[in-house]
């Protein structure tokens, strides 16, 4: 599932293109010259601007839309206030994006993948994988104690914190950002510069290639890249 976040200005379409979507999976396709790639398949579908910020009513030009329908009695009032504004039906998932000019869309117009049938790359934010409590050897890449004599069941120790365990004079406590053994995965990662490979807006679909953050059925932020044209 997935929200689009499509947005014009004078010359058109403007570089803050922005959706979420719903990972599926990964597969194999093959480009014009027989290479086969690796790719993570996206399922896209049409959403709904539910509201429209400006300078004079919020302080900063953003639109906010909607995707997935969601049953009136699972909604508070306020929600479903709100989706009636827009002459719209309540959203499971909301989202906004701000922009630097003024948006041309209008509540409750409709937006779809196909704003992105002429991007090269994009940028994937998701939820990575939960991997429960980790040591630093699996979390940190650290190398361990040695193998040979002298090291009894301290393999995969992260050895001595040494002076760290002094937050410089503000208490015992290790200082921050001290490499440890702790909570690993299930944190907000962004991976950059994927190749868009097609996008079939007859079935709400986009190909990117390689992996991206976040287990299959997962929602993940795709936008338009920055760093790569």
């Known amino acids: 599932m997935l929200y689009v976040f499509l947005f014009k200005n004078s010359k058109g379409f403007c570089k803050n293109m922005m959706l979420v979507g719903k990972k599926v999976g990964m ?59 827009a002459n719209a039906v309540s959203k499971r998932f909301i989202r906004e994006s701000r922009l630097a000019d003024a948006p041309t869309l209008k509540a409750g117009d409709t937006v779809t993948v196909e704003a992105f049938s002429g991007v090269k ?76 490979v097609s996008v079939d807006a007859e079935k709400n679909i986009m190909v990117i290639k390689g992996s991206v953050p976040g287990a299959n059925g997962g929602y993940v932020i795709v936008k338009q890249s920055k760093g790569k044209k």
């Open 121 to 196: 790359y994009v940028d994937v934010t998701g939820i990575s994988k939960g991997k429960g409590f980790a040591g630093v050897m699996k979390r940190h890449n650290f190398g361990g104690l040695p193998g040979s004599h002298g090291t009894e069941r301290k393999h995969r120790s992260p050895g001595s914190i040494a002076s760290h365990a002094s937050n410089r004079g503000h208490g015992g406590k290790p200082a921050k950002g001290k490499r440890m053994a702790g909570h690993m995965g299930d944190e907000k990662v962004t991976s950059k510069n994927h190749a868009l």
């Open 27 to 85: 597969t194999q396709v093959y480009d014009e010259t027989g290479k086969m790639l690796c790719v993570t398949v996206v399922e896209a579908g049409p959403c709904t601007v539910l509201q429209v910020k400006t300078p004079e009513t919020d302080g900063y030009n953003a639109v906010q839309l909607g995707f997935g329908d969601v049953k009136i009695s699972r909604l508070k009032k306020p929600a479903e206030g709100h989706a009636k504004k």
